[in-house]
Each structure stands twice: as C-alpha cells, then as structure tokens.
T-cell receptor, first 114, second 111 residues
C-alpha cells in the first residue's frame, strides 16, 4: 500500500459526458502527478501540482483540467469524453515536487467510455 | 512524448533464470528509476540510480547506468513466477521538471 488513494476505482460513462477523478496523496507529500495509461500509448504524463500550484504540464488535452486543493487532494476533470479517453488514470505523489523524486502511485481509476 | 524506451517489449523466461531489461533515453538526467506494475495495478518503485552512479544493487535487482550511451539495464536474478509484471524505466526531464516513462517491458516468468 503506497498511501496514495484514488476514487473511484472504476467509472463507466458515455461519450460527451464529464467525470471527476479524485486523488489523495501520501501524508506529508505536497506534490501530485497525474498520468494516463492506455494500451497503445504507455504511461503519459498529464500534469503536476505542487502545494496547490500547477508545476508542470505534459500531454494534457484542453478538455481535461485539474486542480489541487488546500488539503492537498487533487481532482482531474475530464469533459466531452471520447471513446479514446478510455484508459487507466493514475496519480502519484512526492514530497518535494522535483521530477527526480521517487513517485508513489495510487491504485488507479479505470475509465471506460462507451 | 516518452523519454525512455525499454527493450525488449516482452520477455518470457523460466523460473530461476535471470531477466535483463534495457532502457534508453534521449536527454540528460538527474537520475533514472525503475518501476514495476502488476497487471492493471499502480506502479511500484523498485530502485533509483543517480546520474553519477554506475551500478546499484537491491536484493535480486541490479541496475547499471551508462550516461555516455544514455542507457540503463535492470537485471533480475533467480527470477520467480511472482516477478511476472511490466517493468518501466523513468527519467526526469530537468527542462520541464516532469518524469517520463518508457513503454515498458512485459516480463513473464514461467513456473
């Protein structure tokens, strides 16, 4: 158990809908990273937050947005969903927010868009 | 885009054999990490090697790093069926402060 929690575990929705994925980092960790893992694309970095502020941005679509709240939990919002958004979404946390740190991953949310 | 690329994409061995996976990357790094992922689960950190280190051991794991060739290898000795998983290398990108993962090597250890 990494100490990182993600909810929900599974999410099934329809194209065009909007969903919110939630992540709580390990106690004491200030930084949260979001990743998308699909079968044909591997693990893609989406976005990073550190202590409430956006720190780095990867291949995140404009339809996706995220934020980190004062209690350090983070939410990833996916809107106007398409079939291709079906994937596993992971969050990971680190203490300092440096990319060189070890990342602790949550169990993931499996999103299925029908 | 991905920074690291693992090789081979898939590897199948018998229990007790050694497994070697390779990773190549493109830009300078601060360190390189290896992670393991059981099917559909979150990634678990295995080992970190800094850019000024050449070799590191942890239990049955041995990692090497050659910064001149921008490559790393992960050796798992005396493999067990429980080692069956996907293995990813990850490198930090100092330009963007993000971590990039390779596509992974899927290891199958047959009992």
């Amino acid at each position: 158990d990494s100490g990182v929690t993600q909810t929900p575990k599974h999410l099934i929705t329809a194209t065009g809908q909007r969903v919110t994925l939630r992540c709580s980092p390990r106690s004491g960790d200030l930084s949260v990273y979001w990743y998308q893992q699909s079968l044909d694309q591997g693990l893609q970095f989406l976005i990073q937050y550190y202590n409430g502020e956006e720190r780095a941005k990867g291949n995140i679509l404009e339809r996706f947005s995220a934020q980190q709240f004062p209690d350090l939990h983070s939410e990833l919002n996916l809107s106007s969903l398409e079939l291709g958004d079906s994937a596993l979404y992971f969050c990971a946390s680190t203490v300092s927010g440096r990319a060189a740190d070890t990342q602790y991953f949550g169990p993931g949310t499996r999103l299925t868009v029908l | 885009s991905q920074q690291g690329e693992e090789d081979p994409q898939a590897l199948s061995i018998q229990e007790g054999e050694n497994a070697t996976m390779n990773c190549s990357y493109k830009t300078s790094i601060n360190n390189l990490q290896w992670y393991r992922q059981n099917s559909g689960r979150g990634l678990v950190h295995l080992i970190l090697i800094r850019s000024n280190e050449r070799e590191k051991h942890s239990g049955r794991l041995r990692v090497t790093l050659d910064t001149s060739k921008k490559s790393s290898s992960l050796l798992i000795t005396a493999s067990r069926a429980a080692d069956t998983a996907s293995y990813f290398c990850a490198t930090d990108d100092p330009r963007n402060n993000d971590m990039r993962f390779g596509a992974g090597t899927r290891l199958t250890v047959k009992p």
